[in-house]
């Protein structure tokens, strides 16, 4: 999986505000259970990785597992004792805006208490609070 998208039409985007609830990526696609978030929030790409890498182990390399999230935003930070001013500081992390109702992570055809388990292990690789959907 890639950690940040190949191209972008700006290098720095503004940080913006993250409320409301999910209208899209709110609904299951291909799998019969999935994880959905309940709060807002930011997962950078080590938690997505750290996440998938825990619902593999559980599930098996042969399993079905589809990542419905991205890396997608870029954060800047300027360095400690910095003046103010002489532009936006440089990247540091790049993340994937979270809001309730988001599906993060769909599984295909499994048992209902392994997937139950498997989940609730990747979970606690995440920094928002998810519960488990399914069809």
């Not at 997505?48 to 419905?68: D, T």
């Not at 300027?78 to 003046?83: C, F, G, N, S, T």
């Not at 292990?121 to 399914?134: F, G, M, N, P, R």
Request: aromatic share 12%.
């Amino acid at each position: 999986m890639k950690n940040k998208p190949d191209q972008l039409k700006y290098s720095k985007y503004q940080k913006n505000r993250n409320k409301g609830f999910s209208t899209k990526r709110n609904y299951l696609i291909h799998g019969n259970y999935g994880l959905k978030s309940i709060e807002n929030g930011f997962l950078n790409f080590k938690q997505i990785e750290s996440a998938r890498k825990m619902l593999i182990h559980f599930l098996g390399k042969s399993s079905k597992i589809l990542i419905r999230v991205f890396p997608d935003k870029v954060l800047t930070k300027k360095p400690l004792e910095v003046r103010m001013g002489k532009g936006k500081g440089p990247i540091y992390d790049w993340v994937s805006v979270i809001k309730p109702g988001i599906i993060l992570f769909e599984v295909l055809n499994f048992n209902y208490l392994i997937v139950k388990k498997a989940f609730y292990v990747a979970s606690q690789k995440l920094s928002i609070k998810t519960e488990i959907c399914y069809e």
